[in-house]
Each structure stands twice: as structure tokens, then as C-alpha cells.
């Protein structure tokens, strides 16, 4: 009888070991990350490491840093890819590659309820993920806690304070303080000669770009690279054959004639663009007005206290004017990202490599993955649902660069929930501050009418041709007038209807019924 005991105990005893070695069994992946520059090697992020442990998995990663876009129709045409990639993929991908990828939906369902709870949660991202068959091959980001909109229009107060003048608010104002920042040396330096009254960078779809100044026309924009494309009372247009374009561009190319705006603003690229924000070599402000992203960022540490937030405008120099000027709305653009994590068709344990994926959208790795490990001393949990980002770790580096440098930052996969609470930063405190400017302006939008919703909006393969071929030649039609327009180089009455025949003739009309069949879709979804 104790024989019999003593062999049932080790048999016992034996099937444990046996578990627990096969439990502490690691399914083996390889994961893909295309990384930002300045990002450190992935095998460095502790949190990663924490969240391959938790899943059960050993991920083997490559990272690449650059020309992945001409490295990446050779990997995928050669049907040999890893098991996960992150930020390696597009929409067309998953026709052109058809069968590559694995599809989704099911194992969302069944291995990923931080996944699940962002589609149920916050729905455009389940929009923003699917297909126009309704099939998900990649998942996207949510970052719930970015800013309603992209661009601030900046203003010198120390400049308006010299002059005596009040920060402007219909565009005849503005105008008027622009002239005054030419003639009478606003900066103080004794050169008169030296300020930029206004300056910008881009054009259609641009965040920094004085065509956002449209806004005071009653038009609305939502979420910049939209070519100009907009919703009014549910109708898709374009404002680059508005009317209201058309008093915009004469109302700027008034502004350039009187020498109000950075002649080099055409041809200058963003460098030079943020370089003249930053002052003269002897520590003068130079710029007047401007679109930006932040202050600290914009203007750097020796000047960004001298400027404040400024606008939206008022439209009181044509008969076209609207009681309600408008600001752009960027809040889906700043906060989702499509095709932030995908899975290959072949890959062996698809269970184990979706509830590794899954550890992304828990709610303290997601705030690690857009700061940087609690681990590595980049964020604090002060309690459950509460984090405080801190202060990087290199004096030297700012806040915006040290979290590019430290994690995935905007590059991976997340969901941020709103109900999150983060302390932010010294940049993002003051870009949430900064924009409290612009909440009346924004609260104006008709959700249901004025929304227009092109990062969700889905195509059929033949449309989507149509659409490449036809969006070039419109633009090729756009971006050739406005420069001649702003310059004086053309009379914009004298060519204005000449223009809207060749937008015409580009397939305007063609591109709007498209666009008009896809936005009435997501309305439906």
C-alpha cells in the first residue's frame, strides 16, 4: 500500500515538473518595428521585454530606421516575412500582397479584450481598421489624450505691447497689426527692416499654413492632408473651387503685395521655416505671426514666452462674412493611426502572437509605449488609472525628442483610454493649454454634417485608382495657380473661372461622387 502511495506521489510529482517546464515554455516569434531615427534598439525597452514575459513569448525583432519604403516591395513580394510588424504597412498592402497577412477578426474576438474594448469604445478605430469588405488585416492607435486640433497661430504679445495695439480678431485687424509690426520696428533693435510680419510653411493640407485662415470663411476643416476636401450641411466639396477660396486668395495676395508676408515663404522648407522662429543670432524675435505646433517647440527657450495664441477671425473685408469662424478640427488625425500592427498569414501560434499584441492595449503599457517604461524611469503609475510622464533622463534633450528616443512613441500600437489620467509633460501641458484658444470655435461643429471624415472613408480598388489618377491632376490644376495668385504673378479675377474649367476638366466632379458615395457610407457604419 505505501509502494502504491509513493509511486502515485512521484508520478504526481513528475506530471508537475512536467507542467510547469512546459508552462515556462516560451513561444518563439519574430516581430518587424520601423523605428523613428533617433529611437533606441528595441531589445533596450524593458517594458517590452516585461510584456513578452507576461504573454509567454520570446519575440526575435529586426529594427529598421530607414528606406524601408524601398526595402519593403522586395519583403513582402518575396512572401518571407516576420510573424508581427509594426508601422511597416499600408492599406493597398493587404490587396497587393492578397493572402500574405493574416486576417483578424476572430482572434480579436477570442484572444484580445484590450483590442475588443477599443473597437467597442471608441468605434471609428474598428472604421479605421477594417476593410471595405469589412475584414481587419492591421490594427490601429488610439492616443485619447492629444489636442482637438494641429495648428496654433501664434502672435508676438511683447510686440503688440510696444505698439500699444490689442491682439486682433476679424481679419481687417489683423491687417492693421500686421502693418504696424512692418513700419515701426517691433522688436526693438533699431531695424526697422528686420521683422516677418507673417510667415507660414505648406499649403493645401499643410497645419501650418495660412490656408487654415479659411476658417473665417465659415468653412470647415478637419484633420490636415485632406486636399482641400471638406464637409458642408452633408454635402463632400472642395473649398479649392469655393468662392470663398477665391476671396482667401485675394485677401492674402494683398497681404504679399504689401509686403505682410515672408516672401520666402513659398520656397522655404520646414527648416528654415522653424530656423526664423527661433530669432536672429543676437536673441531678436523676427517673426510676428505664425502657425505652430507648441511654443517651446516653435519658438524655442529664449523666446517662446513672448507669444500667445491668436484667432480664429472674423471675416469683415468682403461681403461673403460668416458670424462663426471656424478653426480646424484635427482631433482624429492627432490621436488615430491605421496599420499600427499587423500579423503574417504563416505565422505558427497565431493565439499566442495575438494576446502578445493584445499587451499593447492594456492601459499602463499603452502609456509606455507613447512615453517610455515605467522600468526605464520614463513614466511613474501613481495609482491604477493614473501616470505622470517625467522629466527625461538627459538633461540635454527636450521632452518631445527624449520620448521618440526612449519607446515607439507615436509608432506603435496603443489605446489610450480618455479616462486615463496622465500629468503631461512640460510641451504637451502648454500645446492642451495653448488651445483652450480655439474650444468655442471648435464646440460650432455639426458633427453629423460638417465632419468630414477621410482617414476612415473606404474605397473600392477601382475607385481608389480613379481617385490617385484624378487627386494628381487636381492638384497639379491647384498648386499651380495659388502661387502666381498669392505673388501677384496672375490676377486672380481675371483667371479664376479659367481655373475652375481646368479643375473641371481634371475630374473634380468624378473625385466628388466618389468621395460623396464613401462619406455617405461612414455615415451609415
Not at 335 to 353: E, G
Not at 402 to 430: C, E, H, L, V
Not at 485 to 494: K, Y
Request: proline share 4%; with cysteine; net charge negative.
Amino acid at each position: 500500500m505505501k509502494k502504491q502511495m509513493v509511486l502515485a506521489l512521484s508520478v504526481s510529482l513528475i506530471a508537475g515538473l512536467a507542467s510547469v517546464c512546459h508552462a515556462e515554455e516560451k513561444v518563439k516569434l519574430t516581430g518587424l518595428f520601423v523605428a523613428h531615427p533617433l529611437t533606441k534598439s528595441v531589445n533596450e525597452m524593458q517594458w517590452l521585454s516585461e510584456i513578452e514575459e507576461e504573454a509567454g513569448v520570446d519575440v526575435e525583432w529586426e529594427q529598421i530606421y530607414t528606406d524601408w519604403n524601398q526595402l519593403k516591395s522586395t519583403r513582402l513580394s518575396s512572401g518571407n516575412i516576420p510573424d508581427i510588424m509594426i508601422n511597416a504597412t499600408s492599406d493597398s498592402d493587404y490587396t497587393t500582397y492578397s493572402g500574405l497577412f493574416m486576417e483578424l477578426t476572430d482572434l480579436v474576438e477570442e484572444y484580445a479584450p484590450n483590442v475588443k474594448a477599443m473597437f467597442e469604445e471608441e468605434p471609428d478605430t474598428l472604421a479605421l481598421a477594417r476593410t471595405e469588405e469589412g475584414e481587419i488585416y492591421a490594427l490601429p492607435k488610439f492616443q485619447g489624450k492629444w489636442p482637438d486640433c494641429n495648428g496654433v497661430l501664434f502672435i508676438n504679445k511683447v510686440w503688440l505691447d510696444n505698439l500699444g495695439l490689442e491682439a486682433p480678431t476679424s481679419l481687417s485687424e489683423l491687417k492693421d497689426v500686421l502693418v504696424a509690426f512692418r513700419d515701426n520696428d517691433a522688436n526693438g533693435n533699431g531695424d526697422a527692416t528686420d521683422e516677418i510680419p507673417l510667415d507660414f510653411n505648406g499649403w493645401f493640407g499643410s497645419a501650418y499654413s495660412v490656408t487654415n485662415l479659411i476658417g473665417s470663411w465659415g468653412i470647415q476643416l478637419t484633420n490636415w492632408g485632406t486636399d482641400g476636401y471638406f464637409s458642408e450641411d452633408g454635402q463632400v466639396k472642395n473649398y479649392a473651387a469655393d468662392e470663398r477660396y477665391k476671396a482667401l486668395m485675394t485677401y492674402l495676395a494683398d497681404l504679399y503685395a504689401e509686403g505682410l508676408i515672408n516672401k520666402n515663404a513659398i520656397t522655404n522648407d520646414y527648416s528654415m521655416f522653424q530656423s526664423l522662429s527661433r530669432g536672429d543670432a543676437d536673441g531678436n524675435a523676427i517673426v510676428g505671426v505664425v502657425f505652430g505646433w507648441e511654443a517651446t517647440d516653435k519658438f524655442g527657450p529664449l523666446l517662446f514666452d513672448q507669444y500667445v495664441p491668436v484667432g480664429p477671425f472674423t471675416d469683415d473685408v468682403d461681403d461673403l462674412a460668416t458670424s462663426d469662424p471656424r478653426w480646424t478640427y484635427d482631433f482624429s488625425g492627432l490621436n488615430m493611426s491605421s496599420n499600427r500592427i499587423c500579423m503574417s498569414a504563416t505565422c505558427a501560434d497565431p493565439a499566442a502572437a495575438m494576446r502578445f499584441i493584445d499587451q499593447f492595449y492594456r492601459p499602463d503599457v499603452s502609456v509606455q509605449v507613447l512615453f517610455g517604461g515605467i522600468s526605464d524611469g520614463c513614466v511613474s503609475q501613481i495609482d491604477e488609472d493614473h501616470f505622470k510622464v517625467e522629466d527625461p533622463l538627459d538633461p540635454n534633450t527636450d521632452s518631445g525628442t527624449w520620448k521618440w528616443t526612449s519607446t515607439f512613441a507615436d509608432n506603435g500600437p496603443m489605446y489610450i483610454r480618455r479616462s486615463t489620467q496622465i500629468d503631461m509633460a512640460q510641451d504637451m501641458t502648454y500645446a492642451l493649454e495653448e488651445r483652450e484658444q480655439y474650444k468655442e470655435a471648435i464646440a460650432r461643429i455639426d458633427m453629423e454634417k460638417e465632419y468630414y471624415p477621410q482617414m476612415f472613408m473606404r474605397y473600392s480598388a477601382e475607385d481608389q485608382n480613379t481617385l490617385a489618377v484624378t487627386q494628381a491632376a487636381i492638384s497639379n490644376v491647384a498648386e499651380s495657380f495659388w502661387g502666381i495668385w498669392l505673388t501677384g504673378e496672375a490676377p486672380i479675377e481675371d483667371t479664376w473661372e479659367d481655373y475652375l474649367v481646368q479643375l473641371e476638366g481634371a475630374g473634380l466632379s468624378q473625385n466628388l461622387e466618389i468621395r460623396q458615395a464613401a462619406y455617405d457610407a461612414y455615415l451609415g457604419k
